[in-house]
């Protein structure tokens, strides 16, 4: 059998990862070899939004408060959306504050660090965990400088710099005690502005 499989997503279901998507051309068997090909921009697009909540989270924190935690969130290659736990609808001068932070660190350029650490050792260094989360003994710790450090096991881009800018476009309510932040980066930020 040949044939060309389009992935959608990937999500893990037990000890295995699977693919999902739909077959765009010919056809496949049961143990047919594959050969796999990333798209490689619209990976980067990800990448740069993924490390843009890490910097959103920290400044949101810094800004906001400590209170300030993770709801949910979704990166796609051309936004980011962010639910965050806060009381109150964000000010036009907050929202100015909270973008120019995460600017500012996108231009100081520090390099985006990922390793391998034990649970216990992770939270002494005051890496951020998502509230309810299961996490192993070791865990993947991903730090931007001495700005954020947090539990992930995505990809990221490589130094923060790479996100290139970061535009926030909407603000708002989606539960009692929980905002939502989209915003854009790289080449969709600069088209937006």
């Not at 389009?6 to 997503?9: A, H, K, M, P, Q």
């Given at each position: 059998?040949q044939?060309?499989f389009?992935?959608?997503?990937t ?5 295995a990862?699977?693919h999902?998507?739909?077959v765009v051309e010919?056809?496949f068997?049961l143990?047919?070899?594959v050969?796999?090909h990333?798209?490689?921009?619209r ?9 843009a ?5 920290a400044?949101l924190?810094k800004?906001?408060g400590?209170?300030v935690?993770?709801?949910?969130s979704r ?5 980011l ?5 806060h009381s109150e ?9 909270i973008?120019q ?7 100081e ?19 951020m ?6 996490y192993?003994?070791?865990v993947?710790v ?7 450090m947090e539990?992930c096991?995505?990809t ?9 800018l ?6 708002g309510?989606v539960?009692?005690g ?6 854009v ?9």
């Open positions: 059998a044939g060309r389009l992935v959608t997503d999500q893990k279901q037990g000890a990862f699977a999902i998507g739909k010919g056809r068997e143990h047919d070899s050969e796999m990333i798209d490689t921009d990976r980067q697009a990800i990448r740069l939004n993924h490390s909540t890490h910097l959103l989270h400044a924190r800004v906001l400590e209170h935690q993770q709801k949910g990166v796609a290659p051309d936004t959306r962010f639910d965050f736990s609808p964000l000010t036009a001068a907050q929202l100015a504050r973008e932070i995460v600017n500012d660190q996108i231009r350029n520090a390099p985006i660090e990922t390793r391998l650490m034990a649970l216990d050792e992770a939270r002494k260094a005051g890496a965990a998502l509230f309810g989360e299961k192993g003994d070791e993947r991903v730090t931007m400088g001495s700005f954020s539990l096991g995505g990221h881009a490589n130094r923060v710099g790479d996100i290139g970061f535009k926030i476009v909407s603000e309510g539960a009692a929980v905002r939502r932040i989209e915003a980066t790289g080449a969709s930020a600069y088209h937006w502005v």
